[in-house]
């Protein structure tokens, strides 16, 4: 029987492995340098298999893997879809096959991954999949790889779930991995700044701009991390030798104001060698992934382990919160009115005060979001329909003769008032937009103002006429129907007002009623050119000749 390898990162047909290492990309290289050992590339059948517990994983494993084989001729598929990962292992026919575990199961059962020719399978940072729910669908992957295939077990740390499967699987591979850290040697204080695989560059800089620390380490694990940390501190000015800023890699970060672990170490051994056995550094700040601050909390062996947040977006949401709170003092200082205080003490049965404020803060926000995003600040819009004369609200309505038909909104209104009158928004009341004209209603004293400034005014290229809007009376029955605000319509001549005429029917005949009404205008009938015809009421009694006579259709 082979010998088990000491070196952890390779792997025999006869050994399994279980590596404890970080969720990074770093790590990646590390467990699969002895897995791409073992592949022979004349074969096109699969014979490395990474399950990963989620499509990102994998394809950050899959980026890695393919860096690594391009050199060697190898062919690598990313199935992060099985539908799109089906059609490029009949095309590719790869040697190494990187998915969720989600992905490989839906592969298997369309039997478009066959597993026969399988040396390797590595089920990388298997403590996130268990934590994931997918314990059952890894269990149909393994039950489909052969006896003789080396198995590699990652995880950032071994609980319970991740220790069973490891021994179910890779049993023999547990004498190399390293003893779950917590509880050995002193207990460290660390604080974590969480990023993500692309911006720890970024947040070093901010971190550097916040701390300004006098001397620092900033400690990585690997060459590719040694590389992009010395770049990004020789942006901030740090060059040379004598700088006060420094990086290390896989050494001790030895006396330093502030150490910044810019990778994850792999365990508490590697973190002790980083920071020292009696560290005596002020500051220790990791750059952690949120599915690595689980582990920070394990490395630190039962230290306090506290988020450290970074000014910026959160100095701007502090200072927003502030001018809230200042805004509420100022409210209080003004006294508080009995009505809203018995409008609120039945909710402190069920709440406490605290909550109740949250509450009412949570609706004024939502009542300035919807203002800001609303045609109009402070303004109340209705399109189309209501009728005229005093707003809800109090306030007085001005009539505008421009409309739906102008192209007017209820925002070119309130802007051409400001503009034109010199009044603000919070003036401005309801606002209702018609087909032909706009009613605007305006709060306080200044309507009248408003109207004469806005008469002659321009709003989307027409002349506006504006004028107070006033309430029209109601129709008195039988009677003269008012007319705009109220005028009645003044009687022509003698002619009696409408309510007092006879029926039509007891007026007379046609003649008398032209000849009585003309009269009191004065003689028309007395026309020496009209002849023979006489007066109109000759004219109007003369009988009507049958249409066949007249000639007419």
């Given amino acids: 029987m082979e010998q088990d390898a000491k070196d952890s990162t390779t792997t025999s047909r006869s050994q399994h492995s279980v590596l404890l290492l970080p969720h990074d990309r770093g790590a990646v290289g590390q467990f699969l340098a002895g897995a791409l050992e073992r592949i022979e590339a004349a074969s096109s059948e699969v014979q490395l298999l990474v399950a990963a517990a989620d499509a990102d994983g994998a394809a950050m494993i899959a980026a890695v893997a393919s860096e690594l084989a391009l050199s060697r001729g190898f062919r690598v598929v990313p199935a992060t879809s099985a539908r799109r990962a089906t059609r490029l292992i009949r095309e590719w026919k790869p040697q190494i096959v990187v998915g969720s575990v989600e992905e490989i199961v839906a592969l298997i059962r369309a039997s478009a991954l066959k597993l026969d020719a399988l040396r390797t399978i590595v089920l990388a940072w298997v403590d996130e999949v268990t934590d994931g729910g997918a314990s059952e ?55 974590y700044v969480t990023v993500s695989p692309t911006n720890r560059a970024v947040v070093l800089r901010r971190l550097f701009d916040e701390l300004d620390p006098a001397s620092a380490v900033i400690w990585t694990r690997t060459p590719e991390s040694e590389a992009e940390a010395n770049r990004a501190i020789a942006a901030l000015g740090y060059r040379g030798e004598d700088a006060s800023v420094r990086v290390v890699r896989d050494g001790e970060s030895g006396a330093a104001g502030l150490v910044v672990l810019y990778d994850v170490p792999a365990g508490g051994a590697e973190l002790r060698a980083a920071v020292g056995e009696g560290s005596t550094a002020p500051q220790i700040v990791v750059l952690a992934q949120p599915r690595q601050i689980q582990l920070v909390r ?8 506290s988020p450290l947040t970074l000014a910026g977006p959160g100095g701007q949401a502090r200072r927003r919160e502030e001018g809230v709170r200042g805004e509420l003092r100022a409210t209080l200082e003004t006294g508080i009115a009995a009505r809203e205080l018995l409008a609120l003490e039945p909710l402190l049965e069920s709440y406490d005060g605290i909550e109740i404020a949250a509450a009412a803060l949570r609706l004024l926000e939502q009542e300035r979001a919807a203002r800001a995003s609303g045609p109009a600040a402070g303004a109340d819009v209705v399109m189309s329909g209501g009728r005229g004369g005093p707003g809800p609200s109090g306030g007085t ?20 008032i400001a503009g034109t009158a010199g009044i603000t928004g919070q003036n401005v009341g309801k606002v209702e937009v018609h087909d032909t004209h706009s009613l605007v209603e305006i709060v306080g004293a200044d309507a009248a103002a408003v109207a004469e400034k806005m008469t002659g005014a321009s709003i989307k290229g027409r002349r506006v006429v504006a004028r107070l809007e006033r309430e029209r009376p109601p129709r008195d029955e039988g009677g003269a129907r008012g007319f705009g605000g109220g005028r009645e319509r003044a009687p022509r001549g003698d002619r009696p007002p409408r309510g007092d005429r006879p029926p039509r029917g007891e007026r007379g005949e046609r003649g008398e009623r032209s000849g009585g009404f003309r009269g009191a205008r004065g003689e028309r009938s007395d026309r020496g050119d009209r002849g023979e015809r006489g007066d109109r009421g000759d004219r109007t009694m003369r009988p009507r000749r049958p249409r066949e006579e007249r000639g007419e259709r």
Avoid at 153 to 175: C, D, F, H, K, N
């Fill in 137 to 191: 669908a890894l269990e149909t992957v393994m039950a489909e790889v052969p006896k003789e295939a080396g198995r590699i077990l990652v995880a950032s740390r071994l609980g319970p779930e991740a220790r069973e499967i490891a021994e179910r699987y890779a049993r023999r591979g547990l004498r190399t991995a390293e003893p779950v850290a917590e509880g050995e040697g002193a207990p460290l204080a660390l604080q």
């Fill in 397 to 416: 309505r001005i009539f505008m003769t421009v409309g739906e038909r102008d192209g007017v909104r209820p925002g070119d209104l309130v802007g051409a």
């Fill in 298 to 305: 394990t490395l630190a062996a039962g230290g306090r382990v």
